[in-house]
């Protein structure tokens, strides 16, 4: 990964080129990401021991050397070798020919990992002369999460066929069925050189996203120490123009509506005073009607006593 960061550091690509690789680097990125994690979920399987050997952080193997059987015709179920069991429904394991041997049964062999293994290899074999030759495997992994899946290989009677598996959640059981019959009992599956311990994959196509984000971080750097094109300048002095005019117009608008309202509040006052003053105007109006009623009663002449009635006192002015 460093030696693609410096090759793209050192190669003068402009502009255009770098956004043109970033975008190209992200996309593939994005592209193979599910199949990447499909492909992990699924498992890793090895044909090869040592390439199997190589991707492991620790491991443990069996070998069944020196594991002695019980006596002659009586096979055993459970077998427990370093913390791994094996099982058979019939107990017909067998391990004194030096590897393990589930011999004339009508059920496949049980495998039962320690806790937090991702990774099983073994080293197996099966079938029976003229009864199934070759023999067609199934090897089934069962996952602590949940998940199962089943694998399927062609072997020769007499031959051991290698195959090693590898997985991001640990492995909790296996079942080997070399396909043989159920009646009469013709299951011969046989293992040796059983290996299982830690592996962490690593799917190196996930390394493009980061080399997508560095050739667009160098992109960036680049282009801050570069003056700008004229045609970059020329949008960069448009913008301003644009934006002051944009802003212009809303502050026009906002005093035109607070204008607008402040002529209508100072219309709605001088109504309103205009009004008071009326009424003012009316109230004094009858007030002094009022006074000249009360004066004109205090000028008139009071009325004789010794008058008669229906007869009046004209007054004269002196």
């Known amino acids: 990964m460093f030696r693609v960061i410096s090759m793209i550091r050192a190669t003068a690509f402009n502009a255009t080129s770098r956004r043109r690789l970033f975008t ?3 996309l593939v990125s994005i592209a193979l990401r ?5 492909g992990y979920a699924q498992g890793t399987i090895y044909t090869d021991r040592s390439t199997f050997t190589a991707a492991l952080q620790s491991s443990t193997t069996i070998t069944f050397d020196g594991l002695p059987d019980p006596p002659p015709g009586v096979g055993r179920s459970p077998i427990t070798v370093s913390g791994v069991t094996f099982t058979n429904a019939e107990s017909r394991l067998f391990t004194g020919s030096g590897y393990l041997w589930n011999f004339d049964s009508s059920y496949p062999v049980g495998i039962f990992l320690p806790v937090g293994k991702n990774a099983f290899g073994a080293d197996f074999s099966g079938g029976i002369l003229s009864v199934n030759n070759p023999f067609n495997a199934t090897i089934t992994v069962n996952l602590v999460g949940g998940q199962t899946h089943a694998y399927n290989f062609t072997g020769q009677v007499g031959s051991w066929t290698f195959l090693g598996f590898v997985f991001s959640d640990p492995i909790a059981s296996l079942v080997y069925d070399d396909g043989g019959p159920f009646l009469p009992g013709a299951h011969e599956e046989m293992l040796d050189n059983v290996t299982f311990g830690a592996a962490v994959p690593e799917p190196y ?4 996203a980061p080399c997508a984000l560095v050739v667009w971080l ?9 003056p700008p094109s004229p045609c970059v300048r020329a949008r960069q002095n448009k913008i301003p123009a644009q934006f002051f005019g944009i802003a212009k117009f809303f502050h026009d608008s906002a005093f035109q509506r ?7 509040t100072d219309t709605s006052w001088s109504l309103a005073l205009d009004y008071r003053s009326l009424s003012s105007n009316r109230n004094g109006l009858a007030k002094s009607r009022h006074r000249l009623r009360q004066n004109q009663k205090a000028l008139a002449p009071a ?3 010794r008058a008669g009635a229906g007869q009046r006192v004209q007054s004269h002015p002196a």
Do not use: Q, V
């Open 24 to 26: 190209a680097l992200l």
């Open 34 to 38: 599910p199949g990447l994690i499909d």
């Open 205 to 208: 196509s996930l390394l493009l």
């Open 303 to 305: 009325p004789d006593p």
């Open 218 to 226: 160098c992109s960036r750097r680049c282009n801050a120490n570069r």
């Open 258 to 264: 607070s204008s607008s309202l402040r002529a209508k």
